[in-house]
């Protein structure tokens, strides 16, 4: 990762919040970019603009406006194929989310294909939404379900993950970056061993798509889910990669309009990719609003946006640990952290914690996370969340390193 000049980084600092008008509209530093991010105008205005002049409903309509819609959705498909560098479009399914596009592979390929007496293998830093559909598939189909479980920082060494490996482990399913510890999985060497092993690989990327450079075909994951409201897109759309040779052979997950090739009153054949798993109505508009999102982070390079998180991480931890009586969450090397910090204040509940940064107008999450194993695993059952995105600079990680100075003190202790 290349460094930058102080005067460099405060250019480029204005440059982009320029383009973030909320940040204009009330006085606040905004923490919580794992939960969902801010919109640059540029995604406002593609949407605006692709319902001020091209809406109608697409992939059905024979006029030009329909075209036009049709157009519109599908360029943003490509987008989504240029930013995940995967082969063809047939491999990218628009769907509402992460956790749709990960109960889609849940429901079709889970359903189609894993047994009784098979495992899948997840690890326990999942979000809930990269566990539970493995749960009840297991459940489901009489499958064993394993949790992975890793050293105190989240750490999983390949020799771990290779003793999890054995003939009957069918499917194993990871998140890149966990939302809580903020460690990220070694994914492309996970994914080579779950392969030897005659096991399929998803990959949940909810946490690492935003942030770092993902190509499905480097990684050679057989799934890769993402949401499009957590990559400075709009919410309620968000997507999937999955290998052709293993889309091809899933049957659909929901069924009605726009899916199907033929129909008779017996039955009915099902449409080429990726249309066969878009059933109803599309979100055209979220497609174009997440497809601008993808070129509005391309053109600052995620090279970049990752030197500019990593640099923020590395300040907000060091400040951190000169606070008394706060402790983080997993590793304390700052590299290991992907823009998430979660932590714990001796003697004061989460909830506390993140009121009292919010009455210092900073906005941070506090619970569990969507990550309650987890959080047993880590002996706690709720911590306090920063997390960073492209947009932050040194001057907000300055005023939470304020406001978590206070917290204590607000709490009526001396110290
Ligand atoms: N985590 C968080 O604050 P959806 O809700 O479908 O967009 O994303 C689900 C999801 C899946 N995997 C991981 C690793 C995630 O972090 C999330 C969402 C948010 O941590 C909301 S709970």
Request: proline share 4%.
């Amino acid at each position: 990762m290349q460094e930058i000049s102080r005067e460099q980084r405060q250019l480029e600092d204005q440059k982009i919040l320029s383009k973030f008008l909320i940040f204009k509209s009330a006085d606040f530093t905004y923490l919580d970019n794992a939960a969902t991010t801010q919109k640059p105008e540029c995604v406002l205005q593609a949407m605006n603009n692709y319902y001020r002049t091209q809406n109608a409903n697409p992939l059905r309509g024979l006029y030009k406006l329909s075209i036009a819609a049709t157009d519109a959705y599908e360029d943003a498909r490509e987008e989504v194929r240029k930013f995940l560098n995967a082969e063809s479009t047939e491999e990218i399914v628009f769907t509402r989310n992460a956790t749709e596009s990960l109960n889609l592979v849940a429901y079709s390929y889970g359903r189609a294909f894993i047994k009784e007496g098979d495992e899948i293998v997840i690890t326990i830093m999942e979000h809930h939404s990269n566990m539970l559909p493995w749960q009840q598939l297991a459940k489901e189909k009489g499958a064993k379900l394993t949790y992975i479980m890793p050293e105190e920082d989240g750490t999983i060494t390949e020799e771990v993950f290779r003793s999890y490996m054995n003939p009957h482990v069918k499917l194993v399913a990871m998140t890149q970056v966990s939302n809580v510890l903020g460690c990220r999985n070694d994914v492309k060497t996970f994914a080579r061993i779950a392969h030897e092993n005659g096991a399929v690989f998803v990959c949940d990327g909810a946490q690492s798509v935003p942030h770092i450079k993902v190509d499905v075909q480097d990684l050679d994951v057989d799934f890769l889910a993402f949401s499009g409201h957590k990559i400075y897109g709009p919410m309620g759309i968000g997507a999937f990669y999955g290998k052709k040779e293993l889309l091809d052979k899933m049957p659909p997950f929901l069924f009605g309009g726009e899916m199907i090739e033929y129909v008779t009153t017996e039955g009915a054949t099902w449409n080429e990719l990726p249309h066969k798993f878009e059933a109803g109505t599309v979100n055209a508009g979220g497609a174009v609003g997440l497809g601008e999102a993808l070129r509005y982070v391309s053109s600052i390079g995620m090279d970049r946006i990752e030197e500019r998180e990593a640099h923020l991480t590395k300040l907000l931890m060091e400040e951190m640990k000169k606070v008394p009586h706060v402790h983080i969450l997993g590793s304390q090397d700052p590299e290991k952290h992907y823009g998430i910090v979660t932590f714990t204040i001796d003697g004061v509940h989460p909830h506390d914690i993140a009121a009292i940064f919010d009455e210092h107008n900073v906005d941070i999450r506090a619970g569990h996370h969507c990550a309650q194993p987890l959080m047993k695993f880590c002996g706690t059952p709720s911590t306090t969340r920063a997390s960073i995105g492209l947009y932050n600079t040194e001057e907000d990680i300055y005023k939470f390193i304020e406001a978590l100075k206070l917290i204590r003190g607000e709490m009526g202790y001396n110290g």
